[in-house]
């Protein structure tokens, strides 16, 4: 187990953020936003957990988070910071305030690739999870929350290996750490690690997380079915640049993401409407991203009705904040002695553990969450 360390002596217990894809966008924004909210530097716009529900929630502090992560890009953070802020994601002249902070949370991340030599999936997560650990140890932790916020992967094929967030997770549960999957990649939902988080020590919560259109789709959908109009198709086209773009070029991989949008939908209506969504990579756009949706419902006495909407947006700001969040709840949960799918954070996940599919019904259900967490000042 990697938690439960003791702190030193009059410093309060520190958390740790392992990311898994560390060097990417939404690691990037994620680590420089955490830095920047604590020095003071920016409102905690979008954060959640931020807000007066949870203020006796007991959440580990911003101040008190130590990020780190796996990952096989070598470009380094600060870097990686100036190329955001570049293109408009994060504020300008940020990436240089925190080039110091950026620089020690990069020299905390290990490679994620397999080593040169033939590792068996044993090895690569025994592997994996000594990093969480020795992550822990150095830097005197009272526990790590890993958090997969890498590219999207293809379903995995039956008979097939672990893909590689798979084999993250069964290293996170290994390490003793909480785990979150923030993609709609299988993590620790596939079948072969079934038993292995039936029987997990430690809270996990996923998958896929809710930040721009499906957020909206989980808003209307119930809105439609508490009015009794008949929704007849509903359609929607994404057009994304960046990483995220890249890997949802595969058909595969992109029907890995639609299927957590086509669940919110039939959820919420009882059965899912004609009408896909596209997914097109456009480079130019990097990390923003527009989504339009076309809903055709029938009103009273069959009246034909439209609804469009259109989302524009920066995935990386949308999704960072509930990073932040998903990981101080993991924390308090672990701190709490909570295993298992934790309740109460459909929320934040286009196909989550348990719980509500609107997002009315998961409001108050993360507030459930959160009076569950109060208690007394310590």
């Not at 070029?249 to 919420?268: E, Q, S, T, Y």
Request: hydrophobic residues 45%.
């Amino acid at each position: 187990m990697t938690h439960h360390n003791p702190s030193p002596a009059g410093q309060a217990p520190r958390t740790g953020v392992w990311l898994i894809g560390a060097r990417g966008s939404v690691a990037t924004t994620t680590i420089a936003g955490a830095v920047a909210l604590a020095a003071g530097l920016h409102p905690p716009t979008g954060m959640v957990t931020e807000t007066a529900p949870f203020s006796r929630a007991w959440l580990p502090p911003l101040d008190s988070l130590v990020f780190g992560g796996h990952d096989t890009a070598s470009c380094p953070l600060p870097k990686r910071a100036e190329a955001l802020a570049e293109a408009g994601v994060l504020p300008y002249g940020l990436p240089a305030a925190l080039r110091a902070e950026l620089a020690t949370a990069d020299a905390a991340i290990r490679p994620g690739a397999p080593a040169a030599e033939p590792s068996t999936e044993d090895e690569l997560i025994t592997a994996y999870a000594t990093d969480i650990q020795d992550f822990t140890r150095t830097h005197g932790l009272a526990r790590t929350v890993v958090v997969n916020v890498a590219s999207t992967e293809a379903p995995p094929t039956d008979g097939g290996p672990l893909p590689p967030s798979s084999l993250y997770a069964a290293a996170a549960l290994r390490a003793g750490s909480p785990y979150v999957n923030f993609t709609p990649s299988a993590g620790l939902h596939h079948p072969r690690l079934a038993e292995a988080a039936s029987d997990a020590a430690v809270p996990y919560a996923g998958r896929d997380g809710k930040t721009g259109q499906t957020l909206l789709r989980s808003v209307l959908a119930p809105m439609f079915a508490q009015r009794a109009l008949a929704v007849r198709a509903w359609s929607g086209t994404n057009l994304l640049g960046g990483g995220d773009g890249a890997a949802l070029a595969d058909p595969a991989a992109a029907a890995a993401k639609n299927a957590g949008k086509a669940r919110v939908l039939a959820d919420n209506l009882g059965d899912l409407p004609q009408g896909e969504v596209h997914i097109d990579d456009v480079p130019a756009m990097g990390d923003w991203k527009t989504a339009w949706d076309h809903i055709a419902f029938d009103g009273f006495l069959g009246s034909r009705m439209v609804l469009q909407t259109t989302w524009q947006g920066c995935d990386s700001a949308l999704a960072a904040p509930l990073v932040l969040d998903l990981a101080r709840l993991l924390a308090r949960a672990d701190e709490l002695g909570i295993t298992g799918p934790l309740p109460g954070l459909g929320f934040y996940f286009k196909d989550p553990d348990n719980g509500p599919a609107d997002l009315p019904g998961q409001w108050h259900a993360l507030l459930d969450l959160a009076a569950r967490f109060a208690g007394p000042a310590r």
